[in-house]
């Protein structure tokens, strides 16, 4: 086995990076020491989102991605639902229709609401919000479909790696020569010389309740808790269904290093911060809890490009808990980057020498 391609890592990430440079023509063998979707792309919502991104690169990427999945995400329960933020105290009122008057500036579909509106778009919402903005553009998948999905046709292969010279890796089925190395690997892509940490998060299921809630719902608070760079616990009201029924409910971000532990204090601030956006979720049972580690970059921009240290070694990583929305256009600048095509979108905020990226 001599690939022009190791993509390491078979998340949504390192799917997407294959599936776009096999599109290309090369040679891609993908390994996991746990198979596909095993790892943080099972621990997420399946969110493609452009409402909780600030103008500029990240949302350039979000923009280029959500044109791009439609078409990558037949039988991945891919739903065009829209998100719904709202703010649920006079004080972030004005801050939110701030950042949606921004977005629109930067051609988003960001449609200001009045709270009656609101509730005909949400009707078990909290009747006392004070203000909301409709996004259009936000979708949904199931993320572990999604991944397979692109992983459709291309070799898989179960093994760790221990070492890469970027033209060769060694793993625990022996040493596989290639063309080139990808580093796809998420929150552990600090083992091949990038400063990526996890960041834990946590969801709640409740049991079925199809068709209650309609959009991705969110605080308007999300939107900071993604952009700071705090360690300690931050949560946030975040609300959506799946097709199966069930209720998604989070946000938690935590800096703890790998402690998989869940804690009793962090589904207590899930629950009563959902309960605030929908009272009637206090009579839901929650089903069960999960946790997953994000791949968290101290600017919170995609690692994405050639490693300038070892020649052969790309990175495709940091995209913390966007990985699912931004991976399409990930795989695509990636590939475009490796095979010297014009690149879609601007390659220069996510490259690899950049301040506090190499370690």
Known sequence: MHPDVVVVGAGIIGAACAQALAARGLDVVVLDRSGPASGTSAAGEGNVLVSDKEPGPELELAVASRALWPS??????????????????????????????KQRAAGIDACELTASEALAHEPHLNPSITAAVHYLQDAQLNPVKA???????????????????GRSVSTSEGVISCGAVVNATG???????VNVLPRRGVVLVTT???????HKVYDADYVGAVASGDA?????????????GTVLIGSSRQRKGFDD????????????????????LAQVPVMRAYGG???????????IG????????????????????????????????????????????????????MV
């Open 261 to 280: 532990t869940i804690e009793s204090k962090v589904l207590k601030a899930l629950a009563l911060r959902a309960i605030t956006l929908f009272p009637m």
């Open 72 to 101: 990558l995400a037949d039988g991945c329960e891919w739903e065009e639902k829209g998100g719904l933020v709202v703010a649920t105290t006079p004080d972030a009122r004005d801050p939110l229709l701030a950042f949606a008057a």
């Open 187 to 193: 929150p552990w892509a600090r083992h091949f010389g």
């Open 306 to 357: 050639p490693d300038p240290r070892t020649p052969g070694l790309w990175h495709a990583t940091g995209h913390e808990g966007a990985g699912v929305g931004l991976a399409p256009a990930t795989g695509r600048l990636l590939a475009e980057l490796m095979t010297g095509a014009s690149p879609h979108v601007d390659p220069h905020p996510f490259r690899v020498d950049r301040q506090g990226v």
């Open 208 to 214: 079925p309740i199809p068709g209650t809630i309609r």
């Open 232 to 244: 300690d616990l931050q949560t946030s009201g975040v609300v959506e269904s799946t097709a199966a």
């Open 293 to 303: 580690f994000r791949p968290y970059a101290p600017d919170h921009l995609p690692i």
């Open 147 to 165: 991944t397979r999905a692109l992983l459709r046709g291309i070799k898989v292969v179960d093994a760790e790696v221990s070492a890469t010279d």
